[in-house]
């Protein structure tokens, strides 16, 4: 009996993927570097299933039909390229080889190029969903060499999540390294709504004063309406998850936020394809200021805190309040995020499909949304639209609350409550609704210092000048140009 694809690297993920696949009807192959682990699987969550053990990478790959599909969920960067290496020569023309973990896109585009160099057709994906996902169905996005698609797109969608009509959220992204940009955007979004969430929370507990057991009981009213979502529903049940001694374990944890680097990613790909990601890219920022625990604490004792606490009176409208703040700046996130892998779609040639994307997160990854299905509208009516916010229905929501954004940005602003990604949000559609901002100052002072150049409104677009703001500076100007 020969496997149907075989999977190296059985951590939890990988673990939850093989009994995913099989519990959908495939033969699984398995192989860990450390070769306890695939004994251990096989004798305990594998046993009685259909899963062909192999304890060297040549076993692997005999142990798959071919063409062989052979997926990797092991860490990213220079262990996938090692075993990539490894499996090479060990594989045949029209094999595929599938990378299943968080690469870098540009890794992705380079190894491509390289396994189609040796005739296997290569595929880099995205998987969102954690644990749970990769077990009962997870959100799949694939890119890479569009000829490995048909081979393992029944595999693929039979795994993934479904929505309710019955639709896998898998399907194909684009080229290259597009799979993983997408997810990478994914999880740079991830990263806002996080943050987000989290800035409420804060509000709410310094400010209004509400303890765990109120505010959960606020996040799952919003979970029933529009703003429901993965991120809202765990929130309000991890916020009452209490320890033997009855105390809320969230009060317990220390205040310093890790990453594993896909959000910077996103950050330094929106600054790569000139993209004001502003709201995500405060969120990263977010995290490392949170790690600076012991410098907050010193300068905690030397400044002045000026935390007001609300009126009960107040509260259930400054809950409203903040209902509708979070909703725009969620919407603002993802016309960041939207606008990003539309840049870069554009760039790489990926020709995205923004509105299947949408749907792709629908169900089973960790920013899964009934908020989604609303982006999938607007790109179905407007191929080329230009940002969400545009779309007729984001700009009424975004009309109907930005006041309430405002109100809390200052209200925070005023009572000492960081929130970078909210004031953040506000700042930019703020920017990008603006006719005339005051750029036309700084290109000005670049002219005077640095002959840099600068366009007028009274002249046609493209057309540079340079002043002599000194009088003695003379007439060259440097050349012209924008990284």
Same mark, same amino acid.
């Given at each position: 009996?020969?496997?149907?694809?075989?999977?190296?690297?059985?951590?939890?993920?990988?673990?939850?993927?093989?009994?995913?696949?099989?519990?959908?009807?495939?033969?699984?192959?398995?192989?860990?570097?450390?070769?306890?682990?695939?004994?251990?699987?096989?004798?305990?969550?594998?046993?009685?299933?259909?899963?062909?053990?192999?304890?060297?990478?040549?076993?692997?790959?005999?142990?798959?039909?071919?063409?062989?599909?052979?997926?990797?969920?092991?860490?990213?960067?220079?262990?996938?390229?090692?075993?990539?290496?490894?499996?090479?020569?060990?594989?045949?023309? *029209?094999?595929? /080889?599938?990378? &299943?973990?968080? !690469?870098?896109?540009?890794?992705?585009?380079?190894?491509?190029?390289? $396994?189609? %160099?040796?005739?296997?057709?290569?595929?880099?994906?995205?998987?969102?969903?954690?644990?749970?996902?990769?077990?009962?169905?997870?959100?799949?996005?694939?890119?890479?060499?569009?000829?490995?698609?048909?081979?393992?797109?029944?595999?693929?969608?039979?795994?993934?999540?479904?929505?309710?009509?019955?639709?896998?959220?898998?399907?194909?992204?684009?080229?290259?390294?597009?799979?993983?940009?997408?997810?990478?955007?994914?999880?740079?979004?991830?990263?806002?709504?996080?943050?987000?969430?989290?800035?409420?929370?804060?509000?709410?507990?310094?400010?209004?004063?509400?303890?765990?057991?109120?505010?959960?009981?606020?996040?799952?009213?919003?979970?029933?309406?529009?703003?429901?979502?993965?991120?809202?529903?765990?929130? *309000?049940?991890? /916020?009452?998850? &209490?320890?033997? !001694?009855?105390?809320?374990?969230?009060?317990?944890?220390?205040?310093? $936020?890790? %990453?594993?680097?896909?959000?910077?990613?996103?950050?330094?790909?929106?600054?790569?394809?000139?993209?004001?990601?502003?709201?995500?890219?405060?969120?990263?920022?977010?995290?490392?200021?949170?790690?600076?625990?012991?410098?907050?604490?010193?300068?905690?004792?030397?400044?002045?805190?000026?935390?007001?606490?609300?009126?009960?009176?107040?509260?259930?409208?400054?809950?409203?309040?903040?209902?509708?703040?979070?909703?725009?700046?969620?919407?603002?996130?993802?016309?960041?995020?939207?606008?990003?892998?539309?840049?870069?779609?554009?760039?790489?040639?990926?020709?995205?499909?923004?509105?299947?994307?949408?749907?792709?997160?629908?169900?089973?990854?960790?920013?899964?949304?009934?908020?989604?299905?609303?982006?999938?509208?607007?790109?179905?009516?407007?191929?080329?639209?230009?940002?969400?916010?545009?779309?007729?229905?984001?700009?009424?929501?975004?009309?109907?609350?930005?006041?309430?954004?405002?109100?809390?940005?200052?209200?925070?602003?005023?009572?000492?409550?960081?929130?970078?990604?909210?004031?953040?949000?506000?700042?930019?559609?703020?920017?990008?609704?603006?006719?005339?901002?005051?750029?036309?100052?700084?290109?000005?002072?670049?002219?005077?210092?640095?002959?840099?150049?600068?366009?007028?409104?009274?002249?046609?677009?493209?057309?540079?000048?340079?002043?002599?703001?000194?009088?003695?500076?003379?007439?060259?100007?440097?050349?012209?140009?924008?990284?």
């Amino acid at each position: 009996m020969k496997a149907d694809i075989g999977l190296i690297g059985l951590a939890v993920m990988g673990e939850n993927l093989v009994l995913n696949m099989e519990r959908n009807g495939y033969t699984v192959a398995v192989y860990n570097r450390s070769v306890e682990r695939v004994d251990d699987f096989i004798n305990g969550r594998g046993s009685g299933k259909k899963i062909i053990p192999a304890h060297t990478l040549q076993e692997l790959v005999a142990s798959v039909a071919r063409p062989r599909k052979i997926m990797l969920m092991i860490k990213a960067g220079t262990p996938v390229d090692q075993m990539m290496h490894l499996l090479m020569p060990l594989m045949e023309k *029209g094999d595929v /080889l599938i990378d &299943a973990g968080n !690469s870098n896109f540009m890794d992705t585009e380079r190894r491509a190029q390289e $396994a189609a %160099q040796n005739g296997l057709l290569y595929i880099g994906t995205g998987i969102s969903g954690g644990e749970e996902g990769a077990l009962n169905g997870p959100s799949i996005m694939p890119g890479g060499n569009a000829k490995a698609w048909p081979l393992v797109q029944p595999i693929f969608q039979s795994i993934a999540a479904k929505v309710t009509d019955g639709t896998p959220c898998c399907d194909w992204i684009g080229d290259g390294g597009a799979g993983h940009f997408v997810k990478m955007v994914h999880n740079g979004i991830e990263y806002g709504d996080m943050q987000l969430i989290c800035e409420i929370y804060d509000i709410m507990r310094k400010h209004l004063a509400m303890n765990c057991d109120e505010i959960s009981e606020v996040f799952a009213q919003w979970n029933s309406g529009e703003l429901s979502s993965y991120l809202i529903e765990i929130t *309000g049940k991890l /916020l009452t998850y &209490a320890e033997a !001694s009855g105390e809320h374990l969230v009060n317990k944890i220390l205040d310093a $936020a890790g %990453q594993k680097g896909t959000g910077k990613w996103t950050v330094m790909s929106a600054l790569e394809e000139n993209v004001p990601l502003t709201l995500i890219t405060e969120s990263v920022f977010a995290r490392c200021l949170s790690g600076e625990k012991d410098a907050r604490m010193k300068n905690a004792a030397a400044f002045t805190h000026i935390f007001k606490t609300a009126e009960k009176s107040e509260r259930a409208e400054l809950i409203q309040q903040l209902h509708d703040a979070l909703y725009a700046a969620k919407i603002i996130s993802y016309a960041q995020g939207f606008e990003l892998m539309q840049k870069a779609g554009a760039h790489y040639g990926w020709h995205l499909d923004l509105g299947n994307i949408a749907l792709l997160w629908r169900g089973g990854c960790i920013i899964r949304s009934v908020f989604l299905e609303k982006i999938k509208d607007a790109f179905s009516k407007n191929g080329c639209l230009q940002n969400l916010i545009m779309d007729s229905y984001f700009s009424g929501i975004l009309n109907g609350t930005h006041m309430s954004l405002r109100k809390t940005v200052s209200l925070a602003a005023l009572a000492g409550i960081p929130t970078p990604s909210l004031s953040s949000a506000l700042s930019w559609f703020d920017g990008v609704r603006c006719s005339t901002l005051p750029a036309n100052l700084l290109q000005a002072q670049r002219d005077y210092f640095g002959a840099h150049t600068y366009e007028r409104i009274d002249k046609k677009r493209g057309e540079f000048f340079h002043t002599d703001w000194t009088g003695h500076g003379g007439t060259t100007a440097s050349t012209t140009y924008s990284v």
